[in-house]
């Protein structure tokens, strides 16, 4: 046997250092996306979400002991979630059940005409050419190619990138970048560039409508908005057990991860030190600790003090002026009669240009309000509901929730014009028990500071899309996400928000460890 008499001192293997600790308030989607990209990484996560349940907007009232979803109602842009599921290592089909609607939406008006939009454009232009005429399916060629344009312009440099400035396109593209922004028609409103395309002002109304899918006002939004329509063109998904299915599947992705998730856990302060965010301090007096922060929250949240004020220069704030939409939602059970729903339905009001006066400029609720209606009951899978059928209907409101909370009686007088209208446009409802209504002083409450916006500012003007704050914020340590920050708002642009905070704080980490998963063809990866 051999005996080492003199023995070498070898230095001990150097341990990995211990992953870096972040912290994130709210457990919307973008919260719940940075979580699971963070923790892909290799980094350790703890969310804190002061509701019951996680999820943000992606929420359900239970009517008569039925969950009815009270929030988004499809699920589009399938690619950010199967990239985002990818790059965590797990096929999205593993977690989620989608069905792809063949009618995208059906709308109605009081005159008696009727047009679906399908996921085959071709069917939508034949349907046009009966309902309206050959010239305006023309329209609808020209239109369904501008957007496509515009889609293609903004895709990679704006909406799957971060914030860039106009500095940085100047300074990237030089004088092709200001041809580039001419050729996204931000420089005349939503409204301006749908007369163009179409001359019978339903057609106007309807395609003027995607203005509202990011809080704006069609009269008042930048024509490049008009890429919402073609986004929803390339398809939607309804989601197997609702909406509320995507947030408990990114729960439970982010959960395998690793992050430990925290519900009915209040926030009171953004702890900072030496001028960075360093912790949290939470409502019960426990301090957390982390190497950076994600903030899942309107940015008014931040800018109001309410996450303390050491955090409330981090961003800056949205004016009352400048807040987009807000909504009167019911969710309800009911028996339909007369115009045969799909999942997505639209009655059109008579007179859209007053609608949003009332709503942006007077600040008071529409006198004949369009109403959307979606049928949670209806899709591609499902056969006709034999029993009452779960709904809910939207109708645009003012975001003053905070300044003029709206009195009972203007709220119940809308209500009732908004079933007039769907009567009047072949649609009645037999209630089922009553409906759980929310209003913007309620939607104030579940999200304060906004005064019940829904999308944080209004985009409205050619240069809103820049005013957006990014991922980081003035504050070093301290990241912010949700629809209140770029890409916007939305359930996919929430998503892929909180995957830049988390690309950003990363990157500012310099923590270079990849992703479990890998990237997928034709996606998008932030890694």
């Keep these: 046997m051999f005996v080492n008499t003199n023995p070498k001192e070898y230095p001990k293997p150097m341990q990995p250092p211990s992953p870096p600790r972040i912290l994130i308030i709210g457990g919307g989607v973008g919260g719940l ?37 009270a929030g988004p109602t499809v699920l589009t842009l399938r690619k950010v979630f199967d990239q985002l599921w990818a790059d965590a290592g797990q096929p999205l089909q593993r977690s989620l059940d989608l069905h792809a609607s063949p009618i995208l939406a059906r709308h109605a008006w009081a005159d008696g005409a009727r047009l679906d939009l399908h996921a085959a454009p071709e069917r939508s232009r034949a349907e046009i050419a009966q309902v309206f005429g050959e010239a305006e399916a023309q329209g609808f060629d020209r239109f369904r190619a501008a957007t496509a344009d515009i889609y293609d312009e903004v895709e990679a440099d704006f909406i799957f990138s971060q914030r860039p400035t106009m500095m940085e396109i100047a300074r990237r593209y030089g004088l092709s970048g200001l041809a580039r922004l001419s050729r996204i028609d931000a420089h005349r409103s939503l409204w301006k560039a749908t007369g163009s395309y179409f001359r019978d002002p339903r057609l106007q109304q309807l395609f003027g409508r995607y203005a509202t899918y990011t809080g704006a006002s069609p009269y008042q939004a930048p024509a490049t908005l008009n890429l919402v329509a073609h986004v929803e063109q390339q398809g939607v998904w309804t989601v197997g057990g609702g909406m ?8 439970e992705l982010a959960s ?19 001028g960075r965010a360093v912790g949290l301090r939470l409502a019960d007096g426990q301090e957390l600790r982390g190497e950076a922060i994600v903030v899942n929250a309107d940015a008014n949240a931040l800018a109001s003090g309410r996450l303390g004020e050491a ?44 609608e ?34 779960r709904m809910l209907l939207i109708i645009n409101a003012p975001a003053n929730g ?16 908004a079933l007039q209208v769907m009567q009047r446009c072949g649609l009645s409802l037999e209630l089922q028990g009553s409906p759980v209504l929310t209003r ?17 500012a209004a985009p409205h003007g050619m240069m809103s899309s820049f005013e957006r704050s990014g991922a980081r914020t003035r504050l070093p340590g301290l990241y912010l996400c949700g629809g209140s920050a770029h890409p916007g708002a939305g359930v996919p642009m929430a998503t892929l928000s909180g995957r830049f905070a988390a690309q950003a704080l990363a990157q500012d980490l310099r923590w270079t460890q990849p992703f479990r998963g890998t990237a997928m063809p034709g996606g998008t990866s932030t890694s």
């Design 256 to 274: 395998e991860l690793g992050v430990e998730l925290r519900t009915g856990c209040t926030v009171e302060e953004v702890l900072v030190e030496g």
């Design 33 to 69: 996306a940075a979580a699971v990209d963070l923790a892909a990484r290799g980094l350790a996560v703890t969310l804190c979400e002061a509701a019951p349940a996680l999820g943000g907007k992606l929420r359900t009232v239970p009517v008569q002991g039925r969950a009815i979803d």
């Design 440 to 456: 913007p002083q309620d939607w104030e409450i579940l999200y304060p500071a906004t005064g019940g916006a829904l999308y944080g």
């Design 244 to 251: 509320s299915r995507l947030a408990q599947a990114l729960a």
């Design 356 to 389: 949003f006066r009332r709503i942006f400029q007077q600040g008071r609720l529409p006198r004949d309000p369009t109403v959307y209606l979606c049928a949670q009951d209806r899709t591609a899978s499902a056969e006709e509901p034999a029993e009452a059928e």
């Design 311 to 354: 955090a409330r220069g981090a961003v800056e704030a949205i004016p009352p002026g400048k807040r987009s939409l807000s909504a009167l939602t019911l969710a309800l059970l009911a028996r339909p009669q007369g115009l045969p729903l799909v999942h997505h339905n639209v009655c059109f009001g008579p007179d859209y240009a007053d």
């Design 402 to 417: 905070d300044k003029r909370p709206l009195p009972e009686p203007e709220v119940s007088e809308c209500v009732q014009s």
